[in-house]
Nanobody, 121 residues
Protein backbone atom coordinates (compact mmCIF):
# COMPACT_ATOMS: atom_id res chain seq x y z
CA UNK A 1 0.00 0.00 0.00
CA UNK A 2 0.94 3.63 -0.32
CA UNK A 3 -0.09 6.64 1.70
CA UNK A 4 -0.60 10.03 0.09
CA UNK A 5 0.07 12.90 2.46
CA UNK A 6 -1.23 16.41 1.84
CA UNK A 7 0.26 19.51 3.43
CA UNK A 8 0.05 23.27 3.13
CA UNK A 9 -3.49 23.91 4.25
CA UNK A 10 -4.42 26.59 6.74
CA UNK A 11 -6.31 29.77 7.45
CA UNK A 12 -5.83 32.75 5.16
CA UNK A 13 -7.68 35.96 4.46
CA UNK A 14 -9.64 36.50 1.26
CA UNK A 15 -7.28 37.40 -1.55
CA UNK A 16 -4.47 35.42 -0.03
CA UNK A 17 -2.56 32.44 -1.36
CA UNK A 18 -1.73 28.91 -0.31
CA UNK A 19 0.29 26.12 -1.88
CA UNK A 20 -0.81 22.57 -1.25
CA UNK A 21 1.49 19.61 -1.67
CA UNK A 22 0.83 15.90 -1.91
CA UNK A 23 3.58 13.33 -1.56
CA UNK A 24 3.73 9.56 -1.49
CA UNK A 25 5.03 7.50 1.40
CA UNK A 26 6.98 5.08 -0.83
CA UNK A 27 8.26 4.61 -4.33
CA UNK A 28 5.71 3.98 -7.06
CA UNK A 29 6.00 2.00 -10.28
CA UNK A 30 3.96 4.42 -12.42
CA UNK A 31 1.69 7.40 -11.81
CA UNK A 32 -0.97 8.34 -14.31
CA UNK A 33 -3.41 11.15 -13.65
CA UNK A 34 -3.12 13.20 -10.46
CA UNK A 35 -5.80 15.47 -9.16
CA UNK A 36 -7.10 17.71 -6.40
CA UNK A 37 -10.61 17.49 -5.02
CA UNK A 38 -12.38 19.40 -2.28
CA UNK A 39 -15.35 18.92 -0.04
CA UNK A 40 -17.07 21.76 1.75
CA UNK A 41 -19.37 21.14 4.73
CA UNK A 42 -22.72 19.84 3.57
CA UNK A 43 -21.58 19.50 -0.03
CA UNK A 44 -20.39 16.66 -2.21
CA UNK A 45 -16.75 16.21 -3.05
CA UNK A 46 -15.88 17.99 -6.28
CA UNK A 47 -12.97 17.97 -8.68
CA UNK A 48 -10.80 21.07 -8.53
CA UNK A 49 -7.88 20.39 -10.86
CA UNK A 50 -6.31 17.50 -12.69
CA UNK A 51 -3.00 16.90 -14.45
CA UNK A 52 -2.18 14.02 -16.72
CA UNK A 53 1.11 12.19 -17.07
CA UNK A 54 1.91 14.36 -20.10
CA UNK A 55 1.18 17.56 -18.21
CA UNK A 56 -2.23 18.38 -19.63
CA UNK A 57 -4.36 20.17 -17.07
CA UNK A 58 -8.03 20.69 -16.43
CA UNK A 59 -9.72 22.95 -13.90
CA UNK A 60 -13.12 23.50 -12.41
CA UNK A 61 -14.66 26.69 -13.77
CA UNK A 62 -14.74 28.17 -10.28
CA UNK A 63 -10.95 28.09 -9.93
CA UNK A 64 -9.75 28.79 -13.46
CA UNK A 65 -7.26 31.64 -13.54
CA UNK A 66 -6.67 31.42 -9.79
CA UNK A 67 -5.38 27.88 -9.17
CA UNK A 68 -2.46 26.12 -10.85
CA UNK A 69 -1.83 22.39 -10.61
CA UNK A 70 1.64 20.97 -11.21
CA UNK A 71 3.53 17.76 -10.67
CA UNK A 72 7.12 16.73 -10.17
CA UNK A 73 7.48 13.26 -11.61
CA UNK A 74 11.01 12.88 -10.29
CA UNK A 75 9.83 13.49 -6.74
CA UNK A 76 6.43 11.79 -7.09
CA UNK A 77 4.77 14.95 -5.88
CA UNK A 78 1.70 16.99 -6.73
CA UNK A 79 1.10 20.65 -6.03
CA UNK A 80 -1.76 23.14 -6.11
CA UNK A 81 -0.95 26.84 -6.09
CA UNK A 82 -4.03 28.74 -5.00
CA UNK A 83 -4.15 32.51 -5.47
CA UNK A 84 -6.84 35.12 -4.88
CA UNK A 85 -8.59 32.80 -2.47
CA UNK A 86 -12.26 33.35 -1.72
CA UNK A 87 -14.42 32.29 1.23
CA UNK A 88 -16.18 29.81 -1.06
CA UNK A 89 -12.86 27.99 -1.51
CA UNK A 90 -13.11 26.86 2.11
CA UNK A 91 -13.09 23.07 2.17
CA UNK A 92 -11.07 20.00 2.92
CA UNK A 93 -8.76 19.42 -0.03
CA UNK A 94 -7.82 15.91 -1.09
CA UNK A 95 -5.32 14.61 -3.60
CA UNK A 96 -6.08 11.59 -5.72
CA UNK A 97 -3.58 9.66 -7.81
CA UNK A 98 -4.26 6.96 -10.34
CA UNK A 99 -1.20 4.81 -10.12
CA UNK A 100 0.38 1.43 -10.57
CA UNK A 101 2.11 0.58 -7.33
CA UNK A 102 4.42 -2.29 -8.25
CA UNK A 103 3.56 -3.49 -11.78
CA UNK A 104 1.56 -2.71 -14.95
CA UNK A 105 -1.36 -4.79 -13.62
CA UNK A 106 -2.33 -3.15 -10.34
CA UNK A 107 -3.68 0.26 -11.40
CA UNK A 108 -5.92 1.86 -8.78
CA UNK A 109 -6.95 5.22 -7.36
CA UNK A 110 -5.43 6.35 -4.08
CA UNK A 111 -6.62 9.24 -1.93
CA UNK A 112 -4.88 11.40 0.61
CA UNK A 113 -6.34 12.06 4.04
CA UNK A 114 -7.20 15.69 3.30
CA UNK A 115 -6.00 19.09 4.44
CA UNK A 116 -8.25 21.89 5.67
CA UNK A 117 -8.27 25.18 3.81
CA UNK A 118 -10.20 28.02 5.44
CA UNK A 119 -10.63 31.43 3.87
CA UNK A 120 -11.90 33.99 6.33
CA UNK A 121 -11.24 37.52 7.48
Amino acid sequence: QVELVESGGGLVQPGGSLRLSCAASRSIFSINTMGWYRQAPGKERESVAEITITGNTDYADSVKGRFTVSRDNAKNALYLQMNNLKPEDTAVYYCKWRLRLVSWYDEADYWGQGTQVTISS
